[in-house]
């Protein structure tokens, strides 16, 4: 199954369609004046897909769990045709069309099983998404842009440390189509960090600060930047923290910094590599918003 633990919970609404068509007026009078011999079909199909809705993961391997949080069958009937629309909405990590595909189709299964006794024609002849609403993914931002990465460690410097979370940074920019215009590693200093702030503002669109976002006495890159930065975007890092602290308890020591130089975005990030990587799935690709 495909991982889904590094991305963000987000609201998603959903509407799935299913069709179908019956052979004589007959079959559409008797579905609405209820003597269909299997009973009350619509609301009996109504309770077939919401129940369908909820337990896809259960008939679909590669469907993960979702808390459903709104859910409903509505019909639309004509002299030959019942069109069922399954329309559905929750906060979650998975992506919910499957689900309004299946409680459409299992909704349309109930209503063809319950006609078959009075109308030997009738056939399902639509199943299809109508729309799906991620109204906050900007996963599809696709404009190229400059970025530039400053890793802060003096054990980086020094040989004392190999350079895996600068690495991993990379590899994160340029999969969101970042065109890499540096990368400096550089000690922790006060004076240094300022000067590589203010020169690559001018030249970029992103600067990623990687190392001394933490609690100890060389832990500088937070004190740099603060000073220099326009206006501060509380709402970053905030994500950054919220999203580690239900993995590790210790991202509640992080002092991860988030502003604006200029139209550069200036992000501060841990400098450990599984830090720098959940700050990087925290925000991103969301964060392209602000590059626009």
Not at 141 to 151: C, I, M
Not at 152 to 170: F, P
Not at 236 to 247: F, H
Request: include cysteine.
């Amino acid at each position: 199954m495909e991982g889904i633990t590094s991305k963000s919970t987000r609201l998603q609404e959903v509407e799935a369609e299913a069709v179908l068509s019956v052979s004589k007026r007959n079959t559409v009078q008797a579905i609405l004046e209820k003597r269909v011999p299997k009973g009350d079909v619509l609301e009996m199909a109504r309770v077939a897909g919401l129940f369908a809705v909820k337990n896809t993961h259960l008939i679909l391997p590669h469907i993960y769990p979702s808390a459903i949080e709104f859910a409903a069958v509505d019909y639309q009937i004509t002299d030959f045709e019942i069109h069922i629309s399954i329309q559905i909405s929750s906060v979650g990590k998975s992506s919910l069309e499957v689900n309004a595909m299946h409680g459409a189709s299992i909704t349309a299964l109930t209503v063809y099983d319950m006609l078959k006794p009075i109308d030997k024609e009738v056939s399902i002849v639509r199943l299809a998404m109508v729309e799906k609403s991620d109204k906050y993914n900007h996963s599809k931002y696709s404009k190229r842009f400059d970025a530039a990465l400053v890793l802060c460690s003096n054990a980086v410097v020094k040989g004392i440390k190999s350079d895996t979370a600068g690495q991993a940074i990379l590899e994160k920019l340029k999969s969101l189509n970042a065109d890499i215009t540096s990368y400096n590693i550089i000690p922790d200093d006060l004076e240094l960090i300022r000067e590589h702030a203010k020169s690559l503002a001018k030249e970029n669109q992103l600067l990623v600060f990687s190392g001394g976002t933490g609690l100890s006495k060389t832990d500088l890159t937070t004190e740099a930047l603060l000073p220099i930065l326009d206006r501060r975007i509380p709402g970053i890092a905030e994500a950054m923290r919220s999203y580690g602290q239900v993995r590790t308890p210790y991202a509640m020591f992080s002092r991860s910094l988030a502003g604006m130089i200029g139209n550069c975005l200036v992000l501060a990030i841990p400098g450990s590599t599984r830090g720098a990587e959940e700050s990087m799935d925290a925000v991103f690709p969301d964060l392209l918003h602000a590059l626009k």
